[in-house]
């Protein structure tokens, strides 16, 4: 299993941006499709960016196309999240995930980095 560690995380005013880390160890990130979920308190954790398994396109929830960004760079075995124009409902803990092509959902999880957009 591949071990996630997620950064970048902190506390910014609506309107700014903040570009979150997913730093892999154990494997390499470029077998696995990798995406960004988030948790509001009191809310269900839900899907924000993921990548198809081509790797190269994503599929992002309604609530932040255009404002966010997935990425990747193999090479240094990280997968980014660039957050712009955030908004105060962006608050949440951002996870990153991975999945394999064995797996039927996302089987590895990093352990959250908190984003706070106050207004």
């Known amino acids: 299993q591949v071990q996630l560690v997620e950064s970048g995380g902190g506390l910014v005013q609506a309107g700014d941006s903040l570009r979150l880390s997913c730093t892999a160890s154990?494997?390499?990130?470029?077998?696995?499709?990798m995406g960004w979920f988030r948790q509001a308190p009191g809310k269900e954790r839900e899907s924000v960016a993921v990548?198809?398994?081509?790797?190269?396109?994503?599929g992002y929830a309604d609530s932040v196309k255009g404002r966010f960004t997935i990425s990747r760079d193999n090479a240094k075995n990280t997968v980014y999240l660039q957050m712009n124009s955030l908004k105060p409902e962006d608050t949440a803990v951002y996870y990153c995930?991975?999945?394999?092509?064995?797996?039927?959902?996302?089987?590895?999880w990093g352990q959250g980095t908190q984003v706070t957009v106050s207004s």
């Open positions: 995930a991975a999945q394999t092509r064995g797996e039927l959902d996302f089987g590895s």
């Open positions: 154990g494997r390499t990130l470029s077998s696995y499709r």
């Open positions: 990548f198809y398994w081509s790797g190269v396109t994503a």
